[in-house]
Nanobody, 123 residues
């Protein structure tokens, strides 16, 4: 089973940018669809973006569309989340997830999760 480790979080001012990374172990990384989710204090975990195994298909939540971009590098077993024009409401712990399909990334209880990385946007 794949294991995931997120990095790249931190403190940034509103309007700034961050790039999150999620590194996966194992030689079957390219067989997994991947996604990013986030959870703010006192709120449920919410979907941010997903990407297909090849990287040719992506999905982005409406509230971050145009500001966040998901990508992957299968040679490096890594996915990324480029976050621009950050807002205070983007403050959350960001998690990456792996599943057998993009649909499963969105809804399957069998998703594999990383431990999360904190993003704090100051206004």
């Amino acid at each position: 089973q794949v294991q995931l480790v997120e990095s790249g979080g931190g403190l940034v001012q509103a309007g700034g940018s961050l790039r999150l990374s999620c590194a996966a172990s194992g030689r079957t990384f390219s067989s997994y669809a991947m996604g990013w989710f986030r959870q703010a204090p006192g709120k449920e975990r919410e979907f941010v973006a997903a990407i297909s195994q090849s990287g040719t298909t992506t999905y982005t939540a409406d509230r971050v569309k145009g500001r966040f971009t998901i990508s992957r590098d299968n040679a490096k077993n890594t996915i990324y989340l480029q976050m621009n024009s950050l807002k205070s409401e983007d403050t959350a712990v960001y998690y990456c997830a792996a599943a057998i399909s993009t649909q499963a990334v969105l809804s399957s209880p069998g998703r594999v999760w990383g431990q999360g990385t904190q993003v704090t946007v100051s206004s």
